[in-house]
């Protein structure tokens, strides 16, 4: 098996041939070069950091193995607690709460196996946009072209890592927060099966949203696969050790079916059918399965998926953050969020309940669909960029995005693994990603495929310009 720059990195510090704090502080210098211009991190610790990679390095010194992530430098998305730090969110409102008390599930993970933690990334308010922009932090550009949008909700993140300024920074997918930035920055991402990455404290969207891993690499996405995944107290989603292990194991790939778009029976932009079509014949090829073709009523019926999607994840957000405050704050929201919310609170128990029941129809129609041993093919975005304010052109006001322009959300309802697979780069220069939805429990099967795709297809590490991690070796 191949390796990637995060275990050749921690292979690095087991060995003595680097040590952590030299990373961390290699991490330092790449944020002060670049961030300048992406603006991807929001928040540094950089003394805590300085001796937690201490201790890694004195783990080593004293013959002990620190992790399979042994000192590679992490950075936090902010919507997920880091203790010592506040969890902003990306938010006026919670600028001044208190630092979190403990760590969130997948920074605690990270740490026990190694990795130290630099800082915190820059995200939409509250992770409810496919755009990375605030107003206490501004927005992020896209490492490829900054002008443009690295995607959200986990854009801060995916813009450090395709810039090379941290190995790994965490992301979560609760309408296709890691598909989308990993799509836009040219990274190879998976949305694992709903329940294999234990989630606590619970999220914000009750049953959509799940944390998962973004890379450089298909064997680095694996390594973070295998370091996040297990149970956690509280969830009751969470999947027990027989079922890891099952989703953990690949398949062959026996059925390929194409899919434009999810939410609408609309054309493709040329600028984005042009590189899916060409992605979808280099699978066909890859698998040796001719390809099937079906419309968005043949896998939905009659569902709109993006109203149900916005009926489930509002309501659940302006519950979660109480009516009143929401009442109460909605002036101080970036217009995207305050629109978010405003939608929310306009939804009504049986308009909840009947989205809620509609999921069993949608998880029904793709496992039978997917089986056991098939993959669903579409475009993670249908269009080949936007502004880095959410624009789709310069003509347009700031908010919210219209929906049609994702493919993400489907399997957020469904749950079901997916990936973002790089596979080309667009008219407007920015990478296009294919997106690849397999049956739920498989996700070992998405992440062997990653590798074979990457074998068959490479792609550049970083973004043009910037340096890989390799290159920090002696």
């Not at 620190?66 to 919670?94: C, F, I």
């Not at 294999?196 to 949203?209: F, H, K, L």
């Not at 309501?315 to 109480?322: D, F, S």
């Amino acid at each position: 098996m191949s390796q990637g720059d995060i275990a050749a990195l921690a292979d690095a510090v087991r060995t003595g041939r680097v040590s952590a704090v030299e990373l961390v502080a290699e991490a330092y210098s790449r944020i002060d070069e670049h961030d300048g211009v992406l603006n991807a991190v929001v928040a540094r610790c950089d003394e805590v950091a300085e001796e937690a990679a201490a201790a890694v390095d004195a783990e080593v010194a004293a013959g002990r193995d620190p992790g399979p992530l042994a000192g590679v430098p992490v950075l936090v998305k902010d919507l997920e607690h880091v203790a010592g730090m506040v969890t902003t969110k990306g938010s006026l409102l919670l600028v001044d709460s208190p630092a979190a008390a403990d760590h969130g599930t997948v920074p605690r993970r990270l740490m026990d196996a190694g990795a130290v933690i630099v800082g915190k990334t820059n995200l939409p308010e509250f992770a409810t946009e496919g755009f990375t922009d605030n107003l206490v932090f501004g927005a992020t550009g896209n490492p490829w072209r900054p002008e443009y949008s690295p995607g959200g909700s986990s854009g801060g993140s995916a813009a450090a890592v395709a810039s090379g300024m941290v190995p790994i920074a965490t992301a979560t997918d609760g309408g296709g927060s890691i598909r989308i930035p990993a799509a836009f920055c040219g990274l190879v991402g998976i949305k694992p099966t709903h329940g294999v990455i234990g989630r606590w404290p619970a999220p914000d969207w009750i049953d959509m949203s799940t944390e998962g891993p973004f890379a450089t690499s298909a064997d680095d996405l694996d390594l973070l696969w295998r370091v996040l995944a297990g149970r956690v107290d509280g969830d009751p989603g969470s999947l027990p050790s027989v079922m890891l292990k099952d989703a953990g194991e690949g398949l062959p790939v026996r059925r390929v079916i194409v899919l434009d778009r999810f939410a609408a029976d609309a054309d493709l932009p040329d600028d984005v059918r042009a590189p899916f079509e060409d992605a979808v014949q280099r699978m066909s090829e890859l698998v040796g399965v001719a390809v099937h073709r079906i419309r968005a009523r043949d896998l939905c019926g009659t569902t709109d998926i993006d109203d149900d999607w916005f009926t489930i994840a509002t309501a659940e957000h302006v519950a979660r953050l109480g009516r009143n405050w929401v009442e109460q704050g909605l002036e101080q929201m970036h217009p995207a969020a305050r629109g978010f919310m405003e939608w929310g609170l306009r939804i009504d128990v049986d308009q909840y309940l009947a989205a809620r029941y509609r999921r069993f129809e949608l998880v029904c129609s793709l496992d039978a669909m997917l089986g056991d041993d098939g993959v669903l093919l579409s475009p993670v975005n249908a269009a080949s960029g936007w502004l880095a304010d959410g624009r789709l052109n310069a003509d347009q006001e700031p908010g919210m995005m219209p929906p049609d322009v994702f493919n993400t959300p489907y399997t957020n309802i469904t749950g079901h693994p997916t990936l973002s697979l790089p596979a080309g780069i667009t008219a407007i220069g920015i990478p296009f990603g294919l997106q690849v939805a397999g049956p739920r429990f498989r996700d070992g099967m998405l992440l062997e495929l990653a590798r074979r795709w990457e074998a068959q297809n490479p792609w550049p590490r970083v973004a043009p310009g910037y340096r890989t991690w390799a290159e920090a070796l002696p």
